[in-house]
């Protein structure tokens, strides 16, 4: 489980999917992404991606607002394992009634933070659709840089390398 000011991310229950479904199922809530078709779906996306955190050590978590203990994201570190190979991501998904209070920005810092000091990848990559400026608003803010269009799915592709000062050794301590 991680804390933020704002945000508890702590692993999905199949519990969580009646909740989650209310905005993963929402076709407005995903327009840049899957939606999920049904409840069954949604269950079967958090189990698919519950085998992969046993296999690899992470995975989405659910966002609950602290302030009222509701679910209102999924999202997390992830290799896709709908689409494969393209390395570890961060993935966020918002009821649309949290949008534009800031838990984006607020999340993907938490995640990176993960990334950079328990996981220590030394690059983590990122997509988003041409027409999705907020989620490229808050890559680029978030340190990730634009690398290329993938016409193949529609998206730009963004990498953000693992801060140097902590992949570099600690300077030796003058005596």
């Known amino acids: 489980m991680i804390e933020t000011a704002r945000l508890v ?13 209310e905005f993963l199922g929402a076709p407005e809530a995903m327009q ?28 989405p978590w659910t966002v609950i607002l602290k302030s009222t203990g509701r679910a209102i994201g999924w999202g997390g570190l992830y290799d896709d394992p709908f689409d494969s190979g393209w390395g570890v991501e961060p993935g966020y998904y918002f009821h649309p009634g949290a949008w534009g ?14 990334a950079d000091h328990t996981l220590k990848l030394a690059k983590v990559g990122a997509f988003a659709r041409p027409e999705n400026r907020v989620s490229r608003r808050l890559l680029e803010k978030a340190g990730f840089e634009l690398i290329r269009f993938v016409p193949e799915i529609e998206r730009f592709f963004f990498e953000r390398q693992r801060p140097t000062a902590l992949t570099s050794p600690a300077p030796p301590i003058a005596s």
């Open 32 to 59: 840049f992404t899957h939606t999920d078709a049904s409840l069954k779906d949604c269950r079967q996306r958090i189990a698919v991606h519950e085998r992969r955190r046993r296999r690899d050590g992470y995975a």
């Open 9 to 21: 991310l702590r692993k999905p229950l199949l519990s969580d999917a009646s909740s989650l479904f």
């Open 101 to 114: 209070h800031g838990y984006g920005s607020e999340f993907v810092s938490a995640a990176l933070a993960e």
